[in-house]
């Protein structure tokens, strides 16, 4: 049973999109498990550069099956517009799959987004405004339209009459305009015909392929402080991009996971509201963000950004049960003579080693700082530990030592060239 899970370890926006994508080149399926087009996984390779919303990255490697599960919600313009654009670029691409069990998302979701959030007034939640949250609201609250129903031209008209009227009567509360049903569903009915023959029942499909020994891939979005349950709540997203949420949103069950590799970058960064104990709100910060070009995929907002957290880290191993590390963007942090690492909170007087679930109280923490050697040396063409300077290195070291989980896989640059491979063993068993 080759299993991988691959989760961001911190914030999101940790480079998911291009390890998925190194090592999808093992892979047979790639199975995208939560979330929806409030995500962006960019993947850079032979010159051309690749932005996926919904679609798992896995999807440029010919031999690959690309499933978007039942624990993501589908939004069926951007996905058709994402398909469509990745055809006109590569004309060999995996095969694409959705589960039957998906939500999809519709005009009145993202609506309800926009104003909802502008009913927060100063406490906004910082949404990307794509009708996820909505979208997830209906699921638990058992309104959504799944994928199945979707493409079942005898049932979609129906059950989007019938959810069409009570979402009007939300909207005319919150003081948005009333949705017309028909040339809603004259518009989605040709989205649903377009994507009829991707849905189906990939619960079984990816469940076959385990028992015949394929290697399969679980592409996690957004990151580990972004989960509904164990996030900086109300921070946070509307599904459990977790390394459990993989068991969530695909069939399969926990025993059948085999590798969880935990990305994260070299330093922090976070998008939207939310505590940040290791912020830079301050030139160093400005630095971070243009080296490493913190802009959303999704949003094109400017992402927050500090120094790393190994309280973070040290958490995320625990809570995804790791088996090893990709750090990622570790190039980004030439050319800084100094770098700071927190390696624990101060509050009220206590030194605390883990990261509070009171948000509350993870706003008022201070980081204790350990500084460290940085490096001058342009590292974006080292292809082994032995290229990276003994600084460098040392970072690395202590990264492990700190959070007692090894490294994996070492990314210098956006190419999917740029990476070193230090432990093979620990991707595929």
Same mark, same amino acid.
């Given at each position: 049973?080759?299993?991988?899970?691959?989760?961001?370890?911190?914030?999101?926006?940790?480079?998911?999109?291009?390890?998925?994508?190194?090592?999808?080149?093992?892979?047979?399926?790639?199975?995208?498990?939560?979330?929806?087009?409030?995500?962006?996984?960019?993947?850079?390779?032979?010159?051309?550069?690749?932005?996926?919303?919904?679609?798992?990255?896995?999807?440029?490697?010919?031999?690959?099956?690309?499933?978007?599960? %039942?624990?993501?919600?589908?939004?069926?313009? %951007?996905? &058709?517009?994402?398909?469509?654009?990745?055809?006109?670029?590569?004309?060999?691409?995996?095969?694409?799959?959705?589960?039957?069990?998906?939500?999809? =998302?519709?005009?009145?979701?993202?609506?309800?987004?926009?104003?909802?959030?502008?009913?927060?007034?100063?406490?906004?939640?910082?949404?990307?405004?794509?009708?996820?949250?909505?979208?997830?609201?209906?699921?638990?609250?058992?309104?959504?339209?799944?994928?199945?129903?979707?493409?079942?031209?005898?049932?979609?008209?129906?059950?989007?009459?019938?959810?069409?009227?009570?979402?009007?009567?939300?909207?005319?509360?919150?003081?948005?305009?009333?949705?017309?049903?028909?040339?809603?569903?004259?518009?989605?009915?040709?989205?649903?015909?377009?994507?009829?023959?991707?849905?189906?029942?990939?619960?079984?499909?990816?469940?076959?392929?385990?028992?015949?020994?394929?290697?399969?891939?679980?592409?996690?979005?957004?990151?580990?402080?972004?989960?509904?349950?164990?996030?900086?709540?109300?921070?946070?997203?509307?599904?459990?991009?977790?390394?459990?949420?993989?068991?969530?949103?695909?069939?399969?069950?926990?025993?059948?996971?085999?590798?969880? &590799?935990?990305?994260?970058?070299?330093?922090?960064?976070?998008?939207?509201?939310?505590?940040?104990?290791?912020?830079?709100?301050?030139?160093?910060?400005?630095?971070?963000?243009?080296?490493?070009?913190?802009?959303?995929?999704?949003?094109?907002?400017?992402?927050?950004?500090?120094?790393?957290?190994?309280?973070?880290?040290?958490?995320?191993?625990?809570?995804?049960?790791?088996?090893?590390?990709?750090?990622?963007?570790?190039?980004? &942090?030439?050319?800084?003579?100094?770098?700071?690492?927190?390696?624990?909170?101060?509050?009220?007087?206590?030194?605390?080693?883990?990261?509070?679930?009171?948000?509350?109280?993870?706003?008022?923490?201070?980081?204790?700082?350990?500084? =460290?050697?940085?490096?001058?040396?342009?590292?974006?063409?080292?292809?082994?530990?032995?290229?990276?300077?003994?600084?460098?290195?040392?970072?690395?070291?202590?990264?492990?030592?700190?959070?007692?989980?090894?490294?994996?896989?070492?990314?210098?640059?956006?190419?999917?060239?740029?990476?070193?491979?230090?432990?093979?063993?620990?991707?595929?068993?």
């Amino acid at each position: 049973m080759p299993t991988l899970v691959i989760v961001g370890a911190q914030w999101g926006d940790e480079a998911k999109g291009k390890i998925v994508d190194v090592l999808a080149d093992g892979a047979d399926v790639v199975v995208r498990y939560s979330g929806g087009n409030n995500a962006g996984h960019t993947v850079i390779t032979g010159g051309q550069t690749f932005k996926f919303h919904l679609i798992p990255a896995g999807i440029l490697h010919p031999q690959v099956t690309a499933v978007l599960g %039942s624990g993501m919600v589908v939004c069926p313009k %951007s996905l &058709l517009d994402e398909w469509d654009t990745a055809c006109a670029m590569r004309s060999e691409l995996g095969a694409l799959k959705i589960s039957s069990g998906a939500h999809v =998302v519709f005009p009145y979701h993202k609506s309800l987004d926009v104003l909802e959030e502008a009913a927060r007034g100063h406490n906004k939640i910082g949404t990307t405004s794509r009708g996820i949250g909505p979208a997830f609201q209906d699921k638990v609250g058992r309104f959504g339209i799944r994928m199945g129903e979707f493409v079942d031209p005898e049932v979609f008209p129906v059950r989007l009459e019938e959810v069409l009227e009570y979402k009007n009567r939300l909207l005319s509360m919150l003081g948005g305009e009333a949705i017309e049903f028909k040339p809603l569903l004259d518009e989605y009915s040709s989205y649903a015909s377009a994507l009829r023959g991707f849905v189906g029942d990939s619960e079984s499909f990816v469940a076959d392929a385990l028992d015949a020994g394929k290697r399969i891939m679980f592409e996690g979005a957004q990151g580990t402080f972004l989960d509904l349950d164990s996030g900086t709540y109300p921070y946070v997203t509307s599904s459990h991009p977790v390394a459990g949420g993989a068991c969530l949103g695909t069939g399969i069950g926990p025993r059948a996971i085999d590798q969880v &590799l935990g990305v994260c970058k070299a330093y922090t960064t976070r998008v939207g509201a939310g505590p940040f104990p290791t912020e830079l709100d301050n030139e160093i910060g400005d630095k971070i963000r243009e080296r490493g070009q913190e802009f959303g995929t999704t949003t094109g907002r400017g992402r927050r950004c500090g120094w790393l957290d190994l309280n973070l880290l040290r958490r995320s191993a625990s809570l995804n049960s790791l088996s090893g590390w990709v750090v990622t963007r570790l190039d980004v &942090l030439s050319g800084f003579e100094r770098l700071h690492v927190c390696t624990g909170y101060q509050w009220n007087g206590r030194t605390l080693n883990t990261v509070p679930q009171d948000t509350f109280l993870l706003s008022q923490v201070e980081p204790d700082y350990k500084t =460290v050697p940085g490096w001058d040396a342009d590292i974006t063409g080292a292809r082994s530990l032995a290229d990276l300077p003994t600084a460098a290195r040392d970072y690395l070291n202590l990264i492990e030592e700190e959070t007692r989980t090894p490294i994996c896989i070492v990314s210098v640059g956006p190419d999917r060239q740029q990476t070193i491979l230090l432990r093979e063993d620990l991707i595929w068993t």
